[in-house]
């Protein structure tokens, strides 16, 4: 189905209109992900839909590709008996977390106006160079898809189509 500015409503009929999210979150422990200003279309209902397709995944993948490379992280070491290593120096990151950050990136999907992403994350500080990280790259990228989805869903985000 094709969605778009002035277009009706799959569910109500009501015309669609270009509208701006009001500060929306997800978690999926440790991580939360907070969309603020999220472009999106929706009626008087409101019926809340994504301003194209591919937005979902264009996301997703702006995060893990670009964005989440950004954040310093540990190294993850052994195979049993997992250890998490400071991203810097090389030493054992503390158990617990010293305490929680939030990172935030400006994107926009094509022509549509700006929004920002929020990502909170419990951070390390290593006890040798006073690095701070998350626990490693790879923990944040499988916790990512799970915290978007939370953030949609608790936006009321309907997929066009």
């Not at 990151?93 to 994350?121: C, H, M, N, Q, R």
Request: proline content about 9%; aromatic content about 8%.
């Amino acid at each position: 189905m094709d969605i778009g500015e002035g277009k009706p409503c799959p569910l109500c009929e009501g015309p669609l209109a270009s509208r701006t999210l009001p500060d929306t979150s997800g978690d999926e422990s440790p991580m939360r992900v907070t969309l603020r200003g999220f472009p999106v279309f929706s009626c008087a209902a409101p019926h809340r839909y994504f301003v194209g397709q591919q937005v979902p995944i264009w996301l997703l993948n702006a995060m893990v590709d670009g964005e989440l490379g950004k954040i310093p992280a540990g190294v993850e070491k052994g195979l049993l008996f997992r250890k998490y290593a400071c991203g810097g120096c090389g030493t054992v990151l503390p158990a617990a977390a010293a305490e929680t950050l939030t990172y935030s990136s400006a994107l926009a999907w094509k022509e549509t106006p700006g929004f920002a992403i929020d990502v909170t994350i419990p951070v390390y500080r290593c006890e040798s160079c006073g690095r701070e990280q998350a626990r490693s790259g790879p923990e944040l990228a499988k916790l990512l898809p799970a915290a978007l989805v939370h953030a949609f869903k608790a936006a009321g985000l309907k997929a066009p189509g």
